[in-house]
């Protein structure tokens, strides 16, 4: 019996929320999307809240569409595909060892998925993306060179072995411009992508961040000291 | 000043025991106690005869007030019956209300000038992020984007010169962003120089991640 009412509470208690959040959603897209996206776009919002989901790029996705002047139908349609994606982010990281993926990471991850990173690959990298990697920029680096046209797998090896060769975060977000710099020079998007993979784990000084470099257990004194 | 007692010596004082029950080391003090008891003054107050006529004359004269009884009905306590009849449901109902309630109340967010993600972001340092599109044939330029809920009319680029060049100078909240420029009004160009992303429209979106660092076209 406390069971049940336990359960009747939470679910009470997200209905609550939900109520609360409808007028929030359609007051920021009123006047900004045609009429009957309003609503489509409020239940969307409702269900993806009710599953833990972060619900502000779903209506950012629909004044995107609003803005563009696009038919209430597509907008509707790019908010579920979102949400779907969110959701399968969201699930992936969950089964990845994310139990409490935030707002962040979550986008991240559909981001990821949505540029054809698979769900096992989003999973690698956000486990790979140990302190200082934030596992949400490290998904959207990975997501962009995706787009870009680094396959998958390519893109896999590019970010984990700059995270393994300790690399700093900001080397990461360089990533898609060293690629498209390789791309403007004519080499395809794998080509510049292992190209970059091989520079990093030949750089000087790579290795794990805070760890010991391969073969160096033993360390034989700073050589850059006086 | 006040003198705390022996427990024995203040059942002395109260009669239970006598001098010699006590134990020979707490005899001085009960002694001392019992002449201090001793040296009161018990004579009996004798109060004036009219002090109960004035009393009471003055009780009456404050009772008369109107604007006391008023104000005594008002806040003096009374008895009130109340009798409910409720059925057991009720109570359930009542009770899971209750803790819906308590739920709501933990697991609401706190206050915030908002809870879109904008304005979280913007709490953070922001970074000036500089905008270029060459279009020498259009009259007029803006960059909409995620940063400004795509609001073309929000940052509209200047022209350099007669070069065809359009520039602006944004602050950025940091995180990644997905822009494009608007020109004249009604064509969505993404940025030539970042990378594009699908916006879900048939149409592509540029990206730019502002760290601390700077901006980068990711």
């Known amino acids: ?226 | 000043m006040t003198q705390a007692y022996h427990q024995l010596v203040k059942r002395l004082l109260d009669g239970e025991l006598s001098l010699s029950d006590l134990p020979p080391e707490l005899r001085a003090e009960g002694a001392e106690a019992l002449r201090l008891l001793g040296a009161v003054d018990r004579t009996p107050v004798l109060l004036p005869l009219q002090l109960d006529a004035r009393v009471m004359a003055e009780v009456r004269r404050r009772a008369r007030s109107p604007v006391r009884r008023a104000w005594r009905r008002l806040v003096e306590p009374r008895d009130v019956e109340l009798r409910l009849r409720v059925r057991p449901w009720v109570v359930w109902g009542g009770a899971l209300a209750a803790a819906a309630t308590v739920a709501l109340l933990l697991a609401w967010p706190p206050a915030s000038p908002g809870r879109i993600r904008p304005v979280r972001v913007a709490a953070r340092d922001s970074v000036y992020v500089r905008f270029v599109l060459y279009a020498p044939g259009a009259k007029q330029v803006a960059v909409a984007g995620t940063f400004n809920q795509w609001d073309q009319n929000a940052a509209r680029l200047v022209r350099l010169g007669a070069d065809g060049i359009w520039t602006i100078t944004l602050a950025l909240p940091q995180g990644q962003h997905q822009y494009a420029f608007v020109v004249d009004g009604q064509r969505w160009v993404p940025d030539p120089a970042a990378p594009g992303i699908d916006d879900g429209f048939g149409r592509r979106n540029s990206v730019v991640a502002v760290t601390a660092h700077g901006a980068r076209t990711l």
């Not at chain 1, 007028?23 to 900004?32: E, F, I, K, T, W």
């Not at chain 1, 569409?65 to 969201?90: C, E, F, H, T």
């Open chain 1, 1 to 226: 019996m406390r069971r049940a009412a336990l359960a009747l509470a939470i679910a009470s208690s997200g209905a609550l929320r939900l109520a609360a959040q409808q007028p929030d959603v359609a007051a920021r897209l009123n006047g900004r999307v045609p009429a009957e996206v309003v609503p489509a776009v409020a239940g969307v919002a409702a269900s993806a809240a009710s599953r833990g989901l972060p619900v502000e790029p779903l209506i950012q996705k629909a004044i995107e569409g609003g803005a563009k002047g696009r038919p209430a139908q597509q907008v509707i349609a790019a908010v579920r595909a979102l949400a779907d994606q969110l959701g399968a982010a969201s699930g992936a990281l969950r089964s990845g060892g994310f139990d409490h993926a935030d707002a962040d990471l979550v986008e991240g991850g559909a981001y990821a998925l949505g540029a054809g990173l698979s769900v096992r690959q989003v999973q690698h990298l956000a486990r790979a993306s140990r302190p200082p990697y934030e596992p949400a920029l490290t998904l959207r680096v990975a997501g962009t060179l995706a787009a870009l046209g680094v396959p998958p797998k390519n893109t896999l090896d590019l970010v984990e072995g700059l995270i393994n060769a300790g690399r700093s975060p900001s080397d990461l977000l360089d990533l898609p411009s060293e690629v498209q710099a390789g791309v403007a020079r004519g080499a395809t998007p794998a080509q510049a992508a292992d190209g970059l993979a091989r520079a990093a784990a030949h750089a000087p000084g790579s290795g794990p961040p805070g760890g010991v470099p391969p073969g160096q257990a033993k360390g034989h004194g700073n050589p850059h000291k006086p």
